[in-house]
């Protein structure tokens, strides 16, 4: 069964760092180019990053740019999100997703139409 779980959020003061996880289990993530998704109250869901599926290259939104960064570990079959300088704008629930699979490489977008599994989000609080 292809799955994403993800974990790691929490309530954290402002400034503060977190690293979410997420999880695959069914299929190999590294095959994947994989996008992190955030979605804040009464607001549309957003593109925060995502990660190449063959050179790990990887694009931000800019209002995470220099503060958010994506990484994997494929002995885990798992990407991560690490957040620092984190503020009251960046809460909300947050979601990973797998690009559309390719045999061919990846340059990830921020689209969720190019987006076709989702794990069930973790939530992310910032406040004093």
């Known amino acids: 069964q292809v799955q994403l779980v993800e974990s790691g959020g929490g309530l954290v003061q402002p400034g503060g760092s977190l690293r979410l996880s997420c999880a695959a289990s069914?299929?190999?993530?590294?095959?994947?180019?994989v996008g992190w998704f955030r979605q804040a109250p009464g607001k549309e869901r957003e593109g925060v990053l995502c990660?190449?599926?063959?050179?790990?290259?990887?694009r931000s939104s800019d209002s995470v740019k220099g503060r958010f960064t994506i990484s994997r570990d494929n002995a885990k079959n798992t990407v991560y999100l690490q957040m620092n300088s984190l503020s009251p704008e960046d809460t909300a629930v947050y979601y990973c997703?797998?690009?559309?699979?390719?045999?061919?490489?990846?340059?990830?977008?921020?689209?969720?139409?190019?987006?076709?599994?989702w794990g069930q989000g973790t939530q992310v609080t910032v406040s004093p």
């Open positions: 997703a797998t690009h559309k699979f390719s045999l061919f490489p990846i340059t990830c977008d921020m689209r969720e139409s190019s987006y076709d599994y």
């Open positions: 990660i190449n599926n063959k050179d790990d290259n990887t």
């Open positions: 069914g299929f190999t993530l590294d095959n994947y180019a």
